[in-house]
């Protein structure tokens, strides 16, 4: 497939059964690490990683909690501005939790530092990070996410929550954008 959104064109990269089979991957992972369910809040940061957190909290345990937060890096560009502000707190009380942070894709890594700092001044027990892709070339901090679905080549991607301009969240597998631009 091969789509138009807004003014950039992207093609088939990754198929839903593809990542469907991350997600199972990774929720296994995740089943295999925490053993109090009761006392994990699941933070998915907006608008991102919703897809993903929706089907992975549907394979976790029932004791947890769910909540949200959003941050914005990414400004109508396929470049990261470097900048990461917060735009929406989460509404929990989160001291002494153990809080796993859902996210779409760690890129530069200044996200996930910037909101394990966030968090540890909130007096989290503990503090790991759950993303579907990992583009480790791209990593300015050189920290990992704890659980992640594929560590991919730098490409810019779409679907399945990740957009460009907005667009293209929408989409069950994920594209990525063409090296050709041409109409
Ligand atoms: P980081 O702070 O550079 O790690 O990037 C975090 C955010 O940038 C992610 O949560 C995404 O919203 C966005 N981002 C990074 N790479 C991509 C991409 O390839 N497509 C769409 N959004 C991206
Ligand atoms: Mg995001």
Request: hydrophobic share 40%.
């Amino acid at each position: 497939m091969r789509i138009k959104l807004k003014d950039k064109y992207f093609e088939d990269f990754i198929p839903e059964k593809k990542i469907q089979a991350m997600v199972e991957e990774i929720a296994e992972k995740v089943k295999n690490t925490y053993t109090e369910w009761d006392n994990i809040v699941i933070i998915g940061v907006l608008n991102g990683a919703i897809p993903f957190f929706k089907d992975l909290v549907f394979k976790l345990p029932e004791n947890l909690t769910i909540d949200f937060i959003k941050t914005a890096s990414y400004f109508e560009d396929t470049k990261s501005s470097g900048r990461i502000r917060l735009l929406l707190d989460n509404q929990m009380n989160v001291e002494g939790k153990d809080v796993l942070l859902v996210e779409d894709i760690v890129d530069s890594g200044l996200t996930q530092s910037f909101l394990k700092e966030y968090f540890s001044a909130k007096k989290v027990k503990s503090f790991r990070v759950c993303s579907l892709f990992y583009k480790s070339v791209n990593s300015k901090t050189g920290v990992a996410p704890d659980f992640y679905g594929a560590d991919i080549p730098d490409y810019f991607i779409v679907g399945y929550g990740l957009d460009y301009a907005q667009r293209g969240r929408n989409m069950r597998g994920i594209l990525k954008l063409s090296d050709n631009q041409d109409d």
